[in-house]
C-alpha cells in the first residue's frame, strides 16, 4: 500500500510541473486570421510572418496574412 501511495503522490506531482510548464504557453500570441498559436522563431512550419504590438511573430505557412477578418 506504501508503494502505491508514492506512485500516487509522483504522478500527481509530475502532472502538476507539467501544467505549470505549458500553461505559459496559454499566454502565447494567436494568428488574428486562423486562431493559431505563433511562434516566436521562424521555423519550417512557421514562416509567415506577423507583427502584434511591435513584436515579430511567425504563422504557418498555409495561413494566408492578406485575409481580411469578417
Do not use: E, W
Amino acid at each position: 500500500m506504501n508503494n502505491m501511495k508514492r506512485m500516487i503522490v509522483g504522478v500527481l506531482a509530475i502532472s502538476m510541473l507539467a501544467t505549470v510548464a505549458f500553461g505559459a504557453q496559454k499566454n502565447a500570441p494567436t494568428c488574428p486570421v486562423c486562431k493559431m498559436t505563433l511562434s516566436k522563431k521562424k521555423t519550417k512550419m512557421n514562416t509567415v510572418a506577423v507583427k502584434i504590438h511591435g513584436k515579430t511573430y511567425y504563422c504557418c505557412a498555409a495561413c494566408k496574412m492578406d485575409a481580411k477578418k469578417k
